[in-house]
């Protein structure tokens, strides 16, 4: 038990530093669409809530699972859809045909 | 036992993947040439991660969760389409949702765990339900704010700051006697219920003007108790979406909080309305030049270089389209226009060019603070839009200011400076702007969006210029 936290934390470090590095390159033009898109990545939080509600060892638990799947899920939808739109009215001067 | 143990592996090879491309989502996300991709990346990391948590062989029964999943995307769907305006109070809303599964699975967990929960496991749980509850009412209560149904000036008492700290301290200890005696079920309930009150006090005593910051703060929350929850569930790809979303949401944070000039302590504990009162002490009747119409597109139509410098301001009066119109025309007549983003422009980080994006302005004409900043003094007009605060050089030269030292844009270098605004009324931080009262500056009062118009009409319709 004891090592898996410690390899935990080791991956929350690292993933924090990687966070860090990546974002920091993030344009400034950018910040919205990078609060919603990593908002909708934090939504993967939903796999916990998942198996919360499948395992069903508790009514408690399924019912919080139902609706941790429900809040979560229209994270993820939401997220990447008002993303992708954003991202979408962001144009050059002189398009380049693709 | 084979069998599950191949399918595990299946599922945590489907885990590294996602986390693989989530972390390549926000990589692409770096350029507009390629952030679509990383918005793919991530959508396709999503499927992966959730299709194969599916085949997770304690799950025995499926139905709640197809529910659950297709009601969360009929709820998704009407929050992916709000307008651009409403994008802050949508994420807001969104830092709740990510914060109430959060808090949720976590309460489940302890009640499923208790009383066998080792003591680093209870530490964590707690720190995920904490952060949990008060990011979920917090956002909700930002959310209120940002939407208007709730009074966006900040709601401030004495003692305040001692009565929130106190509320955050009892949860605290709480926490503390529940990692020694994880067998006190009937405790847990007050740890979240004082989360849920400790959000509200939080946001109570902030106003308007400094939601960038705490968007990003509630963001930062967000991330990190997703974090905690993937220690609790050993799930190294929530730990690290976590971690991701907690360093976006802090350098965020840190990127508004330098922007105005303001600490994080700043923002969460020392209320905006106390820096107004002060403020508006020192007033006298200085005079401003004016001009028409006709007048700013003569000189907008002569000059070489323009910056337009928007803020929330031109958003309010809906004036986006209008100001690309003035784009257009100047840009037929060869003058070459850019425009200065303040970080603090708009409500959340970055919103001032998602709005200008949709109104087709391209996005390289917006040019960041640190990039606009040296080419003022070779800069013919600036043309103010809706912002205050961030153009008012006492910022820069009146250390009695309560704005002195926040970065400012220098539009005072310019060799004309326009402001469209509607009166002389002092902006959000009830501050006087000395800008106005400069021999360069003319004041040009009305509606942005009529203003503007008039402009362009001026323009387009020729012989003025």
Redesign the interface.
């Known amino acids: 038990?004891?090592s898996?936290?410690l390899t935990?934390l080791y991956?929350?470090v690292l993933?924090?530093f990687?966070?860090?590095e990546?974002?920091?390159?993030?344009?400034?033009?950018?910040?919205?669409?990078?609060?919603?898109?990593?908002?909708?990545?934090?939504?993967?939080?939903?796999?916990?809530?998942?198996?919360?509600?499948?395992?069903?060892?508790?009514k408690?638990?399924?019912i919080?699972?139902?609706?941790?799947?429900?809040?979560?899920?229209?994270?993820?939808?939401?997220?990447?859809?008002?993303?992708?739109?954003?991202?979408?009215?962001?144009?050059?001067?002189n398009p380049k045909k693709r | 036992m084979t069998q599950p143990f191949a399918t595990q592996t299946v599922i945590e090879v489907a885990y590294l993947i996602a986390t693989v491309l989530f972390i390549l989502s926000l990589k692409w996300l770096s350029a507009p040439t390629t952030a679509r991709h990383g918005v793919w990346a991530g959508e396709l990391g999503m499927l992966l991660a959730i299709a194969a948590t599916l085949l997770h062989h304690g799950i025995i029964d499926y139905k709640w969760i197809a529910i659950a999943l297709v009601l969360g995307s009929i709820i998704g769907v009407p929050l992916g389409l709000v307008q651009m305006t409403a994008v802050p109070q949508r994420t807001a809303l969104s830092h709740a949702c990510g914060a109430l599964c959060v808090t949720l699975v976590g309460t489940s967990e302890f009640y499923l765990r208790t009383p066998h929960v080792p003591a680093f496991m209870m530490a964590v749980l707690s720190m995920e339900v904490i952060l949990g509850s008060l990011t979920f009412t917090g956002s909700l209560m930002a959310a209120g704010k940002l939407q208007e149904v709730l009074p966006q000036r900040p709601i401030t008492y004495k003692g305040q700051n001692f009565v929130n700290l106190s509320a955050l301290a009892v949860a605290v200890v709480i926490a503390v006697y529940l990692v020694l005696h994880p067998g006190t079920r009937q405790l847990f309930p007050f740890m979240v219920i004082i989360g849920l009150v400790f959000g509200v006090m939080m946001i109570v005593p902030i106003g308007g003007a400094d939601m960038p910051t705490v968007i990003s703060l509630l963001n930062s929350y967000a991330g990190l108790s997703a974090a905690a929850m993937g220690f609790v569930l050993d799930s190294k790809l929530l730990i690290i979406a976590g971690a991701l979303d907690g360093s976006s949401g802090f350098i965020l944070s840190v990127i508004m909080s330098k922007a105005m000039n303001r600490s994080f302590t700043n923002v969460l504990f020392g209320a905006f309305g106390q820096v107004q009162a002060s403020a508006a002490a020192g007033h006298e009747a200085r005079t401003v030049r004016t001009a028409t119409a006709e007048e700013a597109a003569t000189i907008l139509g002569a000059a070489n270089a323009v910056v337009i410098v928007p803020g929330y301001g031109m958003a309010v009066a809906q004036a986006q389209h209008k100001v690309r119109e003035l784009f257009d025309v100047l840009t037929k007549r060869g003058v070459d226009v850019k425009f200065a983003i303040h970080p603090v422009a708009g409500r959340m980080p970055g919103h001032m060019n998602v709005l200008l994006a949709e109104a087709d302005i391209p996005y390289d004409r917006l040019m960041d603070m640190d990039t606009i900043n040296p080419e003022f003094p070779q800069t013919d007009v600036a043309l103010i839009i809706g912002a205050n605060d961030v153009t008012n050089p006492a910022a820069r030269n009146e250390p009695s200011s309560p704005i002195y030292g926040m970065p400012i844009l220098d539009v005072d270098k310019a060799r004309t400076v326009m402001v469209i605004k509607r009166s002389m009324s002092p902006g959000f931080a009830g501050i006087d702007n000395d800008l106005y009262y400069l021999d360069k500056t003319l004041m040009l009062f009305g509606d942005a969006k009529a203003f503007v118009g008039n402009i362009v009409r001026e323009l387009t319709g020729g012989g003025h210029a």
Request: glycine share 10%; proline share 2%; net charge positive.
């Open positions: 038990m004891g898996d936290l935990s991956v929350f993933a924090g990687i966070g860090f990546v974002i920091r390159r993030v344009s400034p033009l950018l910040h919205t669409p990078l609060m919603s898109l990593t908002n909708a990545l934090d939504a993967i939080a939903v796999v916990g809530a998942i198996v919360l509600v499948g395992e069903h060892k508790s408690l638990a399924a919080l699972g139902t609706v941790a799947v429900i809040a979560a899920t229209s994270n993820v939808v939401g997220g990447f859809l008002i993303t992708d739109r954003m991202l979408k009215m962001f144009k050059a001067s």
